[in-house]
């Protein structure tokens, strides 16, 4: 076997590193940067104690904060707008602000659209603008990932990808994990889950991912409840927060597969929290996934404390059972039926993660796998 393990950014791990932020720019020799931050963080003044910083430190800063939910090409746009002219981009935030944050650091360094870019249609810039990344949710692993979601202007989700995205420092703070609400810890939780449990079974896999990806799973699997059930226990955030972290260098290396083939076909019919939409998707894959019954299958389960790959399926549903998971979609799925989503699934830009996908999904399963899903209640 040979593989190559992609390039990981340093990482900083511990309470209250989000204090650190400014020396850790002046020590990447920053003048002027941009700091891209969710809004409601923002709001709280996280955004104006970061600025503080860099002024002790003799650095100008701006900020960008105007965008919520999924990554929209507008919010990367806008945020390029603000981003051009510095030297360094520091994204805070869930995946959307550390997504914005990473493609409007090549943007403003090339002069080009995102656009030009997406579906990797064009090589990115060979010089980005330097990246600090403080990710404040545990789930999507965007810190450490050299791919970036957003939704085109028909609303398409595209991608972006490219070590040139990558962050050149990652601050893994816990502190500022402790405020995300339970459904949100518990669906960021489970979508860094399925990040490591595809990235170490499916098609792609390597032992250099695997390694990542185990790790992430014994860490989510013996910490997410609690992280969900004592929002303020720091060790057991901390624990989630670094499974995240290396879930999202596992699929950097290994890529994912048909959970999330299935969520971004949601997204490409309505609005739907990602983490929410993976969740909903691996467990309704699962039961036909594991019949593969592969050695990597059954590591995997091993990593999560079972005996063998027929036992992951309850595992899943009892965690997501314990972690309070509704099993819903927002009501903006009303208008929607099986085949639009089936449809969706077979779309160019999702068929990378079906074709990974360790068992073969034959049109049968696709129609099958949407009809379960869409069968669900329209009530969140």
Known sequence: M???????PEIRFGNN??????????GLGARRAAIVVDGFLAQAGLADGIAAQLAKEGIDSRTFSGFSGEPKLKHVREATAVVTGC????????????????IAACCAASGKDAMHYALAANPLPENPLKKILVPTTAGTGSETSATNIFASAEGKKLWIWGRETKADLVLLDPVLTATLPSNLTAWCGLDAFIHAFEAATNRNTHAG??????????????????????????EARGQVLLGSCYAGVAIDN?????????????????????????????EATLGWLVEADTPELNAAARA???GSASELPAFVSNLMDRTGIERALPKAFAGHDAPALAGEMRAPENQPMQRATVREISDADIDAFARRIMALPKTL
């Open 254 to 282: 290994c890529g994912t597969a048909v959970a999330h083939n299935i969520s971004h076909a949601l997204a490409g019919l309505a609005p739907v929290h990602h983490g929410l939409a993976t969740a909903l998707g691996f």
């Open 17 to 26: 590193l989000h204090e650190t932020v400014g020396k850790a720019a002046a």
């Open 87 to 102: 030297d360094l981009v520091i994204g805070v935030g869930g995946g959307s602000a550390l997504d914005i944050a990473k």
């Open 2 to 8: 040979q593989f190559t393990t992609s390039f990981v």
């Open 304 to 306: 999560c404390g079972l």
């Open 209 to 234: 991912g695997q390694f990542y990806a185990h790790a992430a799973l014994k860490l989510l699997s013996g910490a997410l409840e609690t992280a969900v059930r004592e929002p303020q226990n720091l």
